[in-house]
């Protein structure tokens, strides 16, 4: 992805910092006033529709569709609020942008980073004197079905409503206040900090006023006294590529065709027949997750993508693993976006990869292993990637976690699933894959017990070491092809298999695993996602071993690992426990914003829903991808692309063997899409039905 010229990347910044603040000003037409909400809450939880009516719940509300991310607060204002835009990506490594001139010097640093769309800009609404300041009568909801959010409250003796909807396909946002039961009301926006025309605001409803504000730009200041019983009604628009149109859409319009687009997604759908608090979540899942990335954004995600500053919206194998699986069939031209961004990365995969070379070829060990017994011929085209990827594709992690070398093998194992999905062709995974398997080996040495990869980060990240097991099985399944082999057929084959750390009960975590403690899975990551036929085999022993040691404050995917391999195992009561006690410890309030911790609420942490939608999908609907049909399989379709050279000796099979838990009587998942082909998918505790849906 180019680097946008930096003058302009700053001044489109500030159109969206300037986003709902001072973006566009007017009241809109008569007939366009809502009617004020019944603050009642409902009784019963809604399948579609969430509800807060606490007014001092710590997490904003979040807005987002790939291109733009924007933060509401309680008292429905951006201000202060963290949001991101996809343009917000600074390359600083080499290149230094210039911000001599800019209206925003942001500071830069030696590393890439993203930066916020909504800086400290400030605007004050004052009724009847008074600042905009929630007082009770409180209700925030968000409508999952339309992409509507609103926050309503009183404000004195005053009742405020505003609305925001987010198109889905472009860079644009528009919200409507409408403010009753005031005498005065002064709407005073910041400063403008640019002068390209984006901030001017929109024409008001009479002659007097249009004459007035015509050529008024959004610093000065709006003051209205509106008649005994007259509501006080303006929208904001906010465009963050484009000029403001003269004549921005009303909001009831805008809303109208955001809501149609949210019901062309809806039509890939989990209903499950069971407690409607399990509907909620799985349709808040997907809500934030499939608009969390835009299918032409040319960006993969972030673990937090665009609603924070955490991680600086780098890439990591979050993205790989476990969004990518989940939003596959859901939302295959989101889910695509992730593989063509390590595609195009792969240059500079190459490029790291020569880098490390000439470096040494270092590793995390220090003393005795840090003599490393190399090969004597050094691979030519190998290709490194690195473990925190922003938009150019360098390392930009300066700390030990550079030595989390599994992510390579993990880039490609999601690169895989993508082209048994279709979503990218199998020819252009080949040659990656291929580069990846040369690095793999240059990584790698022989010990007594095979190939050997020492002082290496574990996806557990409390431990660096040697033969990490999840990092070992994923370059030993590069060497083979892509494919799983026992060791004798690789022995046969004229290779030689990697050690596999094990003690005479299991498969074990890395060398000299003590089995006392992991910040979050990594020994079991060989059941599931690799589904490693001895690992498999296994599965019971190892988790009985291995699943309570994962400390309580460790990432979200942790529980949702361990609820897939617990359904599969055909335990989906304990699954289900599971699942639901992950969603209850990160779901927060107040519109079910997923945490990546227990204890602090840090959303949206994109890699938890990505983990959480897994479980549904791969453990209680029993979807599995492998090289043959799965044994007692109630469905399955073949992935194998025989046009394509680089997949023409491999089977690949999606099958589905559900799982469900007793809660959920039955589970339709409608038109999800495999190699372009839409299906629903019915499962009850008697019987699978799969029905092909008629391309329209």
């Known amino acids: 992805m180019p680097i946008p010229n930096q003058r302009w990347l700053i001044s489109t910044i500030i159109c969206i910092a300037s986003l ?95 930066l916020p769309v909504s800086p400290p800009l400030m605007v004050d609404i004052r009724i009847d004197g008074q600042p905009l300041r929630p007082s009770g009568n409180y209700l925030e909801t968000l409508d999952m079905k339309t992409g509507l959010l609103t926050v309503a409250y009183d404000c004195g003796s005053s009742h405020v409503r505003v609305e925001y909807a987010m198109d889905l396909l472009t860079w ?36 007097t006023q249009k004459s007035e504000w015509a050529n008024t730009i959004a610093h000065h200041q709006y003051d209205v006294s509106p008649k005994d019983g007259q509501a006080v009604v303006f929208q904001q ?88 699986p989940a939003l596959a069939m859901i939302q295959p031209d989101s889910a695509r976006q992730i593989a063509e961004y390590r595609l195009r990365m792969f240059s500079q995969a190459k490029r790291n990869f020569d880098e490390w070379v000439v470096q040494g070829r270092p590793i995390s060990a220090q003393g005795p292993d840090s003599k490393r017994v190399w090969a004597q011929t050094t691979p030519s085209r190998g290709a490194k990637y690195p473990w925190e990827s922003s938009v150019s594709g360098y390392e930009t992690v300066p700390g030990p976690s550079k030595y989390e070398d599994h992510i390579t093998g993990s880039v490609l194992w999601g690169l895989d699933q993508a082209a048994n999905f279709g979503l990218v062709p199998g020819e252009r995974v080949g040659p990656t894959a291929a580069a990846a398997a040369q690095f793999a080996m240059a990584r790698s040495e022989k010990g007594a017990n095979g190939l050997e990869v020492k002082g290496t980060m574990s996806p557990d990240e409390n431990h660096i070491g040697n033969n990490d097991l999840y990092t070992n099985l994923l370059f030993e399944w590069l060497q083979n092809g892509r494919q799983w082999m026992t060791d004798d057929e690789i022995r046969k084959s004229g290779r030689t298999p990697y050690a596999k750390p094990h003690d005479d009960k299991t498969l074990l975590t890395y060398d000299n695993d003590a089995l006392r403690g992991y910040k979050q899975a990594a020994a079991v990551l060989s059941i599931y996602p690799l589904q490693y036929p001895p690992a498999e085999k296994q599965a019971r022993a190892m988790m009985d071993r291995f699943a309570d040691k994962v400390i309580k404050n460790g990432p979200a995917m942790t529980d949702s690992v361990h609820a897939t391999i617990w359904a599969r195992l055909g335990e989906p009561e304990r699954a289900y426990v599971l699942w639901n006690r992950e969603l209850d410890d990160f779901l927060k309030p107040p519109l079910l914003l997923f945490s990546e911790k227990r204890a602090k609420p840090i959303t949206y942490f994109t890699t938890g829903a990505g983990g959480s939608l897994q479980t549904v999908l791969y453990g209680f609907l029993g979807f599995r991808l492998d090289s043959m049909i799965e044994s007692g399989a109630a469905w399955s379709v073949s992935l194998s692309d025989r046009t394509s050279p680089d997949q023409a000796g491999l089977n690949r099979w999606l099958s589905v063997k559900p799982n469900l838990p007793l809660a959920w009587k039955s589970v339709k998942f409608r038109h999800f899409t495999v190699r372009g082909k839409q299906y629903d998918l019915v499962v009850t505790h008697e019987k699978v039905s799969v029905t092909a849906v008629a391309a329209h």
Request: proline share 7%.
């Open 237 to 324: 628009f906010a465009s963050l590529r484009s000029k403001i149109p003269v004549a921005p859409p009303q909001f009831g319009d805008f809303a109208k065709s955001v809501a149609e687009e949210w019901a062309k997604r809806w039509q890939t759908d989990i209903e499950i027949e069971g407690p409607v608090e399990d509907q909620q979540r799985i349709h808040a899942l997907l809500f934030y997750l499939r608009s969390a990335i835009h299918p032409g954004g040319q960006m993969s995600i972030s673990p937090f993508a665009l609603s924070n500053s955490q991680y600086f919206g780098h890439v990591f194998w979050d993205a790989d693993i476990w969004v990518l």
């Open 20 to 114: 709902l603040i001072i973006g566009g000003c007017g009241p809109i037409g008569k007939g366009e006033v809502s009617a004020e909400p019944t603050l009642t809450p409902k009784a019963n939880v809604s399948a579609w529709v969430i509800e807060n009516t606490d007014i001092h719940a710590a997490t904003p509300a979040l807005l987002w569709n790939g291109l733009i991310g924007i933060r509401v607060g309680a008292d429905g204002r951006t201000n202060g609020q963290e949001g991101f835009s996809i343009l917000s990506y600074q390359a600083t490594r080499r290149e230094n942008p210039d911000p001599k001139g800019s209206a925003l010097n942001f500071p830069l640093s030696g590393e890439e980073k993203i």
């Open 172 to 207: 644009r946002v528009s919200s409507r206040w409408t403010i009753t039961r005031a005498h005065q009301v002064q709407i005073i926006p910041s400063k403008p900090n640019n002068s390209n025309g984006l901030t001017e605001v929109d024409h008001l409803e009479s002659e």
